[in-house]
């Protein structure tokens, strides 16, 4: 044991001043072209995360991401492959050495790549996989809309209601999401399960920075039970707050893909090898930003979190379209239009606060000319808002392989939100007619949430009036 702990601190010491180690006890520099990912301020085993922008860490911004210099690395400039899916370190090898790990085999489930899962080709043509209506939805062809209502921070849901009343009947699926700021809420599957209720179609958003592995697959256990079809697995952002509290990460965005998805085709835990009788068998989201710099990063990313079993993808907010559109003909040249339904991010900016915070998003890329724009409109901020959204909106339609769009509002009021989708069209316009028609004469036998309701509950706008 003695020798095995000096042996631990030598390697920590010497490893620590060339490659900056963090004595994680499963070495994979050789995967990673020897800079070490637990430089990482998140310790995200896959990278980059959606906050790095013109290749500078979201944590410290003044720093170069540590996955962007992966990246470059590793595949260079030329390579659209995706790199190796790392797995999550095993917490028991901290600070013993890795050299010892290697020879003894204990740290071979950690070091070793993950398997794809066989998810088949064409993915956007295959029959309904889940009980998802979003699913179905984008399986027809649909041009959808979708929203997010922020949750409450106080046991009632005086605030969620009215919300709903502004968008309920608007929108084909609304994301229910939670901690926004660090500040606590209700977690978002109970936002859903209320969703759900009121029969609006809800997408649960789970985040690696608030979940350890066995707490999302209860999160997953919690959504099936409230007939809660649809999870977007996102890494999350860092808490700014202060002080900083802890988080966990103990996964990456496409690992928590990975460990839904093997759960959903196979029935088992990956993590453990538990069988679950009637898994849940949610359609997965992802994120990505199309603006994270070099360009070939965010399409190496987007595949990776395809292979690990994304079914949609809602991207970073979108304020440059023509960039948006460079990032989409990359998708559409390596075929991934044809695996995933890409839905973009569009801001509704109605606040002068709001304004001035969107700088500090991280990920987010302003240009200077939208910006002036937004800033030059004074009290008719909220109009030109929405305008700019409307128009964005519009041009996004336009982009082949674009499957929706997904408003984010960035002000009070959710009632401003159904007049920018109003004229979009219904149908995707790159989406052959026959296979639609076809979806729709003859759709698999899968079951379809009816939205309950109570006997003698009242109406929405009663009970967002508290009768």
Known sequence: MLIEKTIACIEALLKGMVFDCRSCGQCVLRQTGLICPMTCPKGLRNGPCGGTLDGHCEVFPDK????????????????????????????????TSSYINLLNGSDRPTRQPLSYLNLGQNRTRQPL????????????????????????????????????????????????????????????????????????????????????????????????LNQVHNVLCLTGDSYKGQPR??????????LMLYEARHLRET?????????????????????INPFTTPPEIPLRRLK???????????????????????FMAGVRQEGLDRDLFVIPGVPVVTSRTALDMLP????????????????????ALEAQGVALARETAQRLSQIPGVAGVHLMLFGPS??????????????????PVNAAAESESNPPALPVRQSPRKQGEGSLEAQACGL
């Open 64 to 95: 170069p991401c540590v996955w962007v210099r992966i990246h470059q690395r590793v595949a260079g400039r030329t390579s659209l492959e995706p790199l190796p899916l790392l797995p999550s370190p095993d917490a028991r090898l901290y600070n």
């Open 129 to 224: 996989q889940t009980a998802s209506q979003l699913e179905r939805t984008l399986k027809l062809g649909r041009f959808v809309r979708t929203c997010e209502v922020r949750p409450p921070r106080r046991a009632a849901l005086d605030s969620l209601l009215k919300q709903i009343q502004h968008i309920q009947g608007h929108f084909d699926a609304v994301n229910a999401t939670a901690y926004l700021n660090a500040r606590p809420s209700l977690p978002s599957p109970v936002t859903s399960a209320k969703l759900a209720e009121l029969g609006l179609e809800a997408i649960c958003q789970s985040t690696c920075r608030d979940h350890t592995k066995t707490s999302f697959i209860a999160e997953l256990l919690q959504n099936q």
């Open 360 to 379: 500090k998003v991280p990920g987010v890329h302003l240009p200077p000319e939208i910006a002036a724009r937004l800033a030059g409109a004074g009290p």
């Open 304 to 326: 990776q979190k395809a292979l690990a079993g994304a079914d949609f993808i809602q991207t970073q907010l979108v304020f440059d379209v023509p960039a948006f559109e460079r």
């Open 267 to 287: 029935g088992i835990v990956h993590f453990t090898g538990e069988k679950i009788p009637d898994a849940p068998r949610p359609w997965l989201g992802a994120a």
């Open 245 to 254: 509290i802890k988080q966990v990460f103990d996964m990456d965005g496409a």
């Open 414 to 431: 959710h009632e401003v939100l159904p007049e920018v989708i109003e004229a979009l069209p219904r149908q995707r316009l790159d989406w």
